[in-house]
């Protein structure tokens, strides 16, 4: 028999082939050995990546080892990695908790905590020095090493014990079996192993939470940019008071009787006068723009802007097909991977005093407890309040003093030293005055006033901050508290815990009973000061008193005669309230047509749960019945110009991710806005389309003459209403044939409206942002619409921020609620659960939650056990 190959060919064959292969010129043999060695060296990288990839996913079956348990703590995942534990006390829960999310998420943990200490340019250099001098000109993690002293006992427990899981389990692996981006920043010399995790930590990053839910202090800052050019009249047109007539308040009854809500009180119809501010000369302006500026190159750990908020509604069980109330919430965040929720479970096997735990809902990575969701009795969604917690004071200095009243005071100072990777470090001198820290200190300069106030001596303008986020809080006590609450009583002394960021809370119990109730520390202010605009911070009259809000002087509701609360918001309370809250509320357009749904549903008795999470995805455009007949009756050239305008004929006013006609009318308002404000305002405020300017541009409608129509960059032209509205039907019919296709067939608003996701970290170097980020969802929805995926006119299309999380819970049967995050359990880039909710978030889907230990068991999945250490 003759010889053959391993592969059964003849021996000759191969002879033959390797012959006529030798027989190739040199230079094709070399290319085909090279081709054939860079293939190898490439599938060995492959592998050498997979392995870097996968060495960070966490173990989530068998059994581990965890230090300070005093018992086993299951963790059961579910398909979607959504893990539930079961222990046998709070400490060994909130144990394995830290050991848990460290499995899943450390990276990010450990920027916020690098951003809420202002050390993010110890891991990412000069490019992150900016925001670490404003997180320490704020002090977060300062207020934060204060707190730790404030909290209950039971609470600082619950850090450490958390903090401990935590470091479990950073002392059990390398920085490379913690996550994937380690290894990309010790290859570029960082040489780095994260510390050990504090208590400290986990408050910082609630004090940053706060921040950025804080109504942003910019708001102040543009209202201020605003008057430069202008009159009072004039800005008055951009800043539309509440439209309580048309959008109901969150409260719609009750007064403050002897400093106590109460919800069956008669509340006089008038309103609180608002009072005139101080405006900021030519330097007062300046120093302001550059803290404006400076704010905005903060990495924003939530989100920022105006699109921020939430929309949340319980509805009684009279009402409901299951016979229990409903309650719904989504907050409205920035858009970000991993997202800012991870769903998670706490079980006590057995609940009693000591252990009360039985606990689903949304966690923040790096906190113990859970912040949203539902127990065994109750359930609670929130929603950001709007309050107005901040102001910012115009200051006159001189030296190392400041002008008070008709005094110089000195100036409180301090030194801090960042550390910035690849750079020398930097020293930052932190000056603060009786109103808070000088944000204006960030810059180099501070401005020359263009013009002195009567009777104060030429200086320099700066900055200050005053918020009262910058004073302890209790808010880790209102977390864990929230928990463990039963009923209505319970549930309201943990409300009053929850300081900051101010919130509107809804409530729910198996009772049968629905509630709302305000909550945070609201500051009352002189007769000077109302919050609208910058203060003269030697001004007295501008401070404010110490004092806040009483607690149970705050709205609050139970059992309202109409069967359900909406908090979108909106103006929290109408009528003669006592205490000023706030003013810049959204104007009520998400909240109003969710009432106007649910009454619809009440009435017909079709409140369920199914069509409360479709009530969750209304795209209705709010302006769109207003402004599309009018753009209906511009008259454009045949043909080209008015295929775009076509679509809008029959078009129902809803933005789907595939509608031809939400594309247009969406670009169309885009370039309205520009046509109508970009020559009057300066670029820092120009408008980003929200609810704000929804009302603005309704009312100028009517005004077809009125001076905001002009474009003051045309010399002899005085443009009217319908030039600018042809102006721009034009226009928006230029960019979606540049962008999106010729035919307006083609068009989607999807494919505009994008989302994409970006990892942790600021200007990251691009393996981190390649690994990392991920992107190209087509979504509907706009920043005034229930669905708010919002999106900045001034800068594009793409995806702001958007609802961070969807829930329904149905207190009939908790194990027919629903639940769905932005994007998955994991934070590591390539794990399976990395971004796994987001295809389902984006088609609109929720996923089952289930809650009761048989419902959990029943579904399956991994289960990893957590055991104590012999001899601990």
């Given amino acids: 028999m003759p010889a053959t190959t391993k592969d059964g060919r003849p021996d000759g064959e191969r002879g033959a082939w390797w012959r006529r292969f030798r027989a190739w010129p040199r230079l094709a043999r070399v290319v085909v050995y090279a081709a054939a060695a860079l293939v190898l060296v490439l599938l060995a990288g492959l592998l050498i990546v997979v392995q870097l990839v996968r060495a960070p996913f966490p173990q989530t079956t068998g059994e581990v080892d965890l230090p300070g348990?005093?018992?086993?703590?299951?963790?059961?995942?579910?398909?979607?990695?959504?893990?539930?534990?079961?222990?046998?006390?709070?400490?060994?829960?909130?144990?394995?908790?830290?050991?848990?999310?460290?499995?899943?998420?450390?990276?990010?943990?450990?920027?916020?905590?690098?951003?809420?200490?202002?050390?993010?340019?110890?891991?990412?250099?000069?490019?992150?020095?900016?925001?670490?001098?404003?997180?320490?000109?704020?002090?977060?993690?300062?207020?934060?090493?204060?707190?730790?002293?404030?909290?209950?006992?039971?609470?600082?427990?619950?850090?450490?014990?958390?903090?401990?899981?935590?470091?479990?389990?950073?002392?059990?692996?390398?920085?490379?079996?913690?996550?994937?981006?380690?290894?990309?920043?010790?290859?570029?010399?960082?040489?780095?192993?994260?510390?050990e995790w504090t208590p400290v930590d986990s408050l910082a990053w609630l004090k940053a939470m706060a921040w950025d839910l804080a109504g942003n202090p910019a708001d102040e800052i543009d209202r201020s940019l605003a008057l430069a050019g202008h009159t009072a009249d004039e800005v008055a047109d951009l800043y539309p008071p509440d439209p309580l007539d048309d959008h109901a308040p969150i409260v719609g009854q009750g007064a403050v009787v002897d400093g106590d809500f109460e919800q069956d009180a008669t509340m006089p119809g008038t309103r609180n006068p608002r009072r005139p501010a101080y405006l900021a000369d030519a330097g007062g302006r300046a120093a302001l723009t550059r803290v404006r500026e400076g704010l905005a190159r903060m990495p924003a750990l939530l989100g920022r802007g105006d699109a921020l908020g939430s929309n949340g509604w319980v509805v009684s069980g009279e009402h409901t097909t299951t016979g229990g109330p409903l309650l719904a919430d989504d907050p409205h965040l920035g858009v970000s991977v991993p997202g800012p929720w991870m769903q998670l479970g706490l079980h006590c096997r057995t609940v009693t005093d000591e252990c009360p735990l039985d606990v689903a809902g949304f966690t923040l990575s790096g906190v113990p407890g859970v912040v949203i969701g539902h127990n065994a009795e109750i359930a609670w969604g929130l929603a950001s309040l709007g309050a107005d917690v901040s102001d910012l004071y115009l200051e006159r200095l001189d030296g190392d003093r400041w002008r008070h009243d008709r005094r110089w005071l000195p100036l409180r100072s301090r030194t801090e030293t960042i550390r910035v990777r690849g750079a020398d470090d930097v020293t930052l001198t932190v000056r603060s005055t009786g109103h808070g820290p000088l944000l204006s200190d960030v810059d180099d300069t501070l401005a020359t006033a263009g013009q002195d106030p009567p009777g104060v001596r030429a200086g320099a303008y700066a900055v200050a901050l005053a918020w009262t986020g910058l004073h302890p809080t209790r808010t880790a006590d209102a977390i864990l508290a929230l928990d463990a609450a039963t009923d209505w009583d319970s549930f309201r002394a943990a409300a009053s815990s929850f300081e900051a960021?101010?919130?509107?809370?809804?409530?729910?119990?198996?009772?049968?009973?629905?509630?709302?109730?305000?909550?945070?520390?609201?500051?009352?202010?002189?007769?000077?000061?109302?919050?609208?605009?910058?203060?003269?911070?030697?001004?007295?009259?501008?401070?404010?008193?110490?004092?806040?809000?009483?607690?149970?002087?705050?709205?609050?509701?139970?059992?309202?005669?109409?069967?359900?609360?909406?908090?979108?918001?909106?103006?929290?309370?109408?009528?003669d309230y006592p205490y000023r809250l706030g003013h810049d509320w959204d104007l009520g357009y998400r909240a109003q047509r969710i009432r106007d749904q649910l009454e619809q549903q009440v009435d017909a008795g079709e409140v369920s749960v199914a069509s409360t999470a479709e009530l969750q995805l209304d795209d209705l455009d709010p302006l769109a019945p207003a402004l599309t007949p009018y753009l209906l009756d511009v008259a454009l050239p045949h043909g080209y110009y008015s295929a775009g305008q076509r679509l809008l004929r029959g078009w129902d006013f809803r933005q789907h991710a595939d509608s031809g006609a939400a594309a247009y009318f969406d670009a169309v308002w885009r370039e309205l806005l520009a046509d109508l404000f970009h020559d009057d305002l300066p670029e820092a405020i120009w408008p980003?389309?929200?609810?704000?300017?929804?009302?603005?541009?309704?009312?100028?409608?009517?005004?077809?003459?009125?001076?905001?129509?002009?474009?003051?960059?045309?010399?002899?032209?005085?443009?009217?209403?319908?030039?600018?509205?042809?102006?721009?039907?034009?226009?928006?019919?230029?960019?979606?044939?540049?962008?999106?296709?010729?035919?307006?067939?083609?068009?989607?608003w999807g494919d505009l409206h994008r989302l994409d996701l970006r990892g942790p970290g600021p200007d990251r170097p691009w393996p981190l942002a390649g690994l990392a980020d991920r992107g190209g969802w087509t979504v509907g929805g706009g920043s005034a619409a229930v669905n708010a995926s919002a999106w900045d006119a001034a800068r594009g299309y793409a995806v702001t921020s958007a609802p961070s999380m969807r829930m329904v819970v149905s207190l009939a049967d908790l194990d027919e609620s629903r639940w769905i995050a932005l994007t998955g359990v994991s934070g590591h880039p390539y794990h399976a659960h990395y971004t796994d909710q987001a295809d389902l978030w984006a088609a609109g889907e929720t996923l089952p939650w289930r809650f009761t230990r048989a419902a959990v068991t029943d579904a399956g999945g991994d289960l990893l056990t957590l055991r104590p250490v012999a001899g601990d």
């Fill in 688 to 748: 980003d389309g929200g609810d704000r300017w929804v009302a603005v541009v309704t009312d100028l409608l009517t005004r077809p003459d009125d001076p905001w129509w002009d474009d003051k960059r045309t010399e002899g032209v005085e443009e009217t209403r319908d030039d600018i509205l042809a102006r721009a039907l034009r226009e928006a019919r230029d960019e979606l044939t540049r962008r999106l296709a010729l035919d307006p067939g083609e068009w989607a």
């Fill in 69 to 195: 348990l005093d018992g086993p703590v299951e963790v059961l995942r579910d398909e979607h990695g959504i893990p539930q534990l079961y222990g046998d006390s709070v400490e060994d829960l909130m144990r394995a908790q830290g050991y848990v999310q460290a499995q899943e998420r450390f990276f990010e943990m450990d920027v916020r905590r690098h951003l809420t200490a202002g050390r993010l340019a110890e891991l990412f250099g000069a490019t992150a020095l900016r925001s670490d001098q404003y997180a320490r000109v704020l002090g977060w993690r300062r207020v934060a090493e204060q707190e730790l002293a404030l909290v209950r006992p039971e609470t600082r427990a619950a850090l450490e014990a958390y903090a401990d899981g935590v470091n479990s389990y950073l002392d059990s692996q390398a920085p490379r079996e913690i996550a994937v981006e380690y290894t990309v920043l010790n290859a570029h010399s960082l040489d780095y192993r994260p510390e």
């Fill in 501 to 575: 960021p101010a919130q509107s809370l809804l409530y729910a119990d198996r009772a049968g009973h629905i509630g709302y109730q305000a909550a945070g520390r609201i500051p009352i202010r002189r007769s000077g000061n109302d919050g609208m605009l910058p203060s003269a911070g030697w001004k007295p009259e501008n401070d404010w008193t110490g004092e806040h809000v009483p607690f149970d002087g705050l709205p609050r509701l139970l059992d309202p005669d109409e069967g359900f609360v909406v908090a979108a918001n909106q103006e929290v309370v109408g009528g």
